[in-house]
């Protein structure tokens, strides 16, 4: 199953970045850690990002 851009969110923090979405099939929420690459690859798919910065 392929998730839209529209179905994921995206969150950019210095200390640890993820990304959330609901699993099609039991519609939990899920959220899994993003790197710099799945960071750059969401990014670049369309991807909707908050970014949070250290205070």
Known sequence: MELSAAELRLVVSPRRSFYLFRCPRCEQAVRKPAGPRI??????GGVLSVRVHAS
Do not use: H, N, P, V
């Open 39 to 44: 960071i750059e690859l969401l990014t670049d």
